[in-house]
């Protein structure tokens, strides 16, 4: 059975293991992401500042992750689930956990950000009401 708990920072590679593994094949550049993606934890961590990442566990492993943090306002994402662990349901599990803990704030505006071609994230985030509000154009000449 798959618990939900906030992360510990000692977790933090395993997290970023289970990223690199969900959207290398989705990020152009997954070393600056990820990179990034550590850089953020720790500074936001350290600053103390709203929001928090949470863990899937199947015993004692991590088998996926949500992050969410406010800053004006609530910036969803990311979300990963370990893939030999996809399609029970945890991603749902993470984003309603995560919604929850929102609500307990204080609710208000949660963005976030989800490449076109990842059907799979775009499907679940209207499930729980997401509505597109901006598209981003580019052009590689």
Do not use: C
């Not at 399609?87 to 976030?112: C, M, V, W």
């Amino acid at each position: 059975m798959v618990t939900i708990r906030a992360f510990k920072m000692e977790e933090l590679d395993e997290i970023i293991n289970i990223y690199i593994e969900n959207f290398k094949d989705k990020t152009d550049n997954i070393e600056y992401t990820t990179n990034k993606f550590k850089k953020d934890v720790k500074r936001f961590t350290k600053l103390n500042i709203p929001g928090d990442i949470l863990v899937a566990l199947e015993k004692d492993e991590i088998v996926g992750f949500a992050s969410f943090i406010l800053k004006g306002h609530w910036y969803f994402g990311p979300i990963a689930v370990n893939e030999k662990w996809r399609n029970r349901k945890i991603g749902e599990k993470l984003l309603e956990e995560s919604l929850n803990y929102i609500k307990k704030e204080g609710g208000g505006l949660i963005r976030l950000t989800v490449q076109k071609r990842n059907e799979t994230a775009i499907k679940l985030y209207e499930k729980f009401k997401f509505k597109i509000s901006s598209y981003i154009m580019e052009l590689e000449i």
